[in-house]
């Protein structure tokens, strides 16, 4: 059971480059989110997913965009990359979402040069 | 807003030496707070959810305690490979957002 998968594990861009983060999981879970993790200071919400179809913004959504055309699969779009979205990059999935706990990936390194 | 402040930031202790980690939240309305360990490279793993004041879980040398406004993370004769980073956050009675403390980091010396 691979659990939650996320590529590349590493990248660099150049300001202005766009790219995008992939993350698939195989539990069968309806809800997915995004996350960023800046030193100190916590993981911050991106966006989430309730389920194929449907996403809904976070904390911090400004710069990215995301899609579910599947269960399994919730990738992460940069557009127009900036310094300031240098960070670590975590997938995570939840059976139900709420209470349930999530489940992450090892996450995307990622700098923004 | 729901804030989650942990403490200390950093944390050294011998093989051995017993412990608390805090973690001090203020929320609109708490449905959970949940432990998390990460360890270098490595996303989140999940370790307990607390729903209600005066809750306790344990697992191995870790125990979870809950008030109303804290959550102790105690250590008891830690071991190198409990060495980590240990994330707190609350769930508020909202939504499906979780609010996350800036982690403890644990490094234990043998």
């Known amino acids: 059971n691979a659990g939650v998968t996320q590529t590349p594990k590493f990248r660099i861009l150049k300001i202005g480059q766009s790219m995008t983060l992939q993350c698939a999981q195989d539990m069968n879970h309806n809800y997915m989110y995004w996350y960023r993790q800046d030193p100190g200071m916590g993981l911050k919400l991106i966006y989430y997913s309730v389920g194929a179809g449907i996403t809904d913004k976070g904390e911090v959504p400004n710069g990215y965009n995301v899609s579910r055309s599947t269960t399994e699969d919730f990738p992460l779009r940069l557009e127009l990359a900036a310094p300031s979205q240098t960070s670590v990059y975590f997938c995570?999935?939840?059976?139900?979402?709420?209470?349930?706990?999530?489940?992450f990936g090892n996450g995307t390194r990622l700098t923004v040069t | 807003e729901d804030q989650v402040t942990q403490s200390p930031e950093a944390l050294r202790l011998q093989e051995g030496e017993s412990s608390s980690l805090n973690c001090s939240y203020t929320v609109s309305g708490l449905r959970g707070l949940f432990w998390y360990r990460q360890d270098p490279g490595k996303g989140p793993e999940f370790l307990f959810t607390l729903y209600s004041a005066g809750e306790e879980k344990e697992k191995e040398r870790l125990k979870a305690t809950l008030t109303k406004k804290e959550s102790f993370l105690h250590i008891t004769a830690p071991k190198p490979e409990d060495s980590a980073t240990y994330l707190c956050?609350?769930?508020?009675?909202?939504?499906?957002?979780?609010?996350f403390g800036g982690g403890t980091r644990l490094m234990v010396k043998p």
């Open positions: 995570a999935s939840s059976a139900t979402g709420g209470r349930s706990p999530l489940h």
């Open positions: 956050a609350v769930l508020n009675n909202a939504g499906n957002m979780l609010t």
